[in-house]
């Protein structure tokens, strides 16, 4: 195992007359390729737009520090699933919809990892696809794979009817559910998993790092910086988040298009559902 400050060179692709079977690169989200959590980053907005509380704003930032201390371990996450099926039943779709696209660029786009966007770029020289792979609801991922140039998104779905929210999850892209995703599109696509690539932070997400042939573990929370240890996977160390309109490479900046309208329900409820946790920990150890 090694550990970088600095991006992994990406092998260029072999030359075309060969053929070689299409692959692609997964990246995580949250601490892989922003910052901080994507959810967590709409808690004010959301506020405005009368969905949260302001008890749920003030106690967002002790969240966002229980998140980048560490994360939340598959009980947790459990637990906010839950909450969060509850919490967004009944949230107006439209509504999101126009938080979301009135506050996405300022939110997210200075959070964005140099070296993250970097490997995107080396990954579609090479000729691979860029896959997002978040568990973060698709309304929110969605806009910012269209920021970064993803060719695909997979993120946690949620129900609605009559232009509300339901409370249900159609799909929740969280653990195993991600490694199933991405052989579902691989099988779609044609990709060739044992020569594709795989980033992410948590432990939570070993199920994807394995379904590759290129796992690398992205600024690791403790238990995955021991399975990579223990598996030999390289370490990746990423420091720099900039703002994609100022970097002056060949990155794709997409402008506003409808799809930026999309709905954040599944990471607001996933912001509201670190804040209720992070509220609960400290009640707990009071």
């Known amino acids: 195992m090694f550990v970088d400050n600095h991006p992994q060179h990406v092998p260029a692709a072999p030359a075309a007359h060969s053929r070689p079977p299409r692959t692609a690169a997964f990246f995580d989200l949250d601490k892989t390729v922003i910052a901080k959590s994507s959810a967590l980053a709409f808690s004010r907005p959301l506020y405005r737009g009368g969905l949260i509380n302001r ?16 994360g939340a371990d598959h009980d947790q996450m459990e637990k906010m699933r839950e909450y969060l099926s509850s919490l967004c039943r009944g949230w107006n779709v439209q509504l999101v ?5 009135e506050t996405l660029h300022d939110l997210i786009d200075p959070l964005i990892y140099d070296e993250a966007a970097s490997l995107i ?12 792979v978040s568990s973060s609801g698709s309304e929110i991922v969605e806009p910012i794979g269209e920021m970064l140039g993803a060719d695909h998104v997979i993120a946690t ?4 009817a009559d232009g509300c929210y ?22 779609v696509e044609g990709y060739d998993l044992e020569r594709s690539y795989a980033y992410s932070d ?12 290129h796992p690398f573990a992205v600024n690791p929370d403790r238990g995955l910086r021991r399975e990579a240890q223990a598996r030999e996977w390289p370490v990746l160390v990423f420091s720099r ?10 990155l794709t900046v997409v402008s506003s298009r409808p799809v930026l309208a999309a709905a954040a329900v ?9 804040v209720w946790y992070a509220a609960k920990r400290r009640g707990s150890t009071s």
């Open 55 to 70: 008890r749920a704003v003030l106690k967002s930032a002790y969240a966002q520090f229980v998140f980048l201390a560490g």
């Open 97 to 101: 919809r126009e938080i979301v696209a």
């Open 121 to 132: 770029e080396e990954h579609h020289v090479a000729g691979r696809d860029v896959v997002i």
């Open 157 to 160: 779905r949620m129900a609605e």
């Open 166 to 187: 339901t409370g249900e999850i159609d799909f929740y892209a969280y653990a195993a559910n991600k490694a199933v995703a991405i052989r579902e599109l691989a099988a």
């Open 202 to 213: 948590s432990v939570t997400d070993v199920p994807l790092l394995e379904a590759v042939g």
């Open 241 to 250: 988040p900039v703002q994609l309109k100022q970097r002056s490479t060949s």
């Open 266 to 274: 599944g990471a607001a409820a996933t912001a509201a559902g670190l």
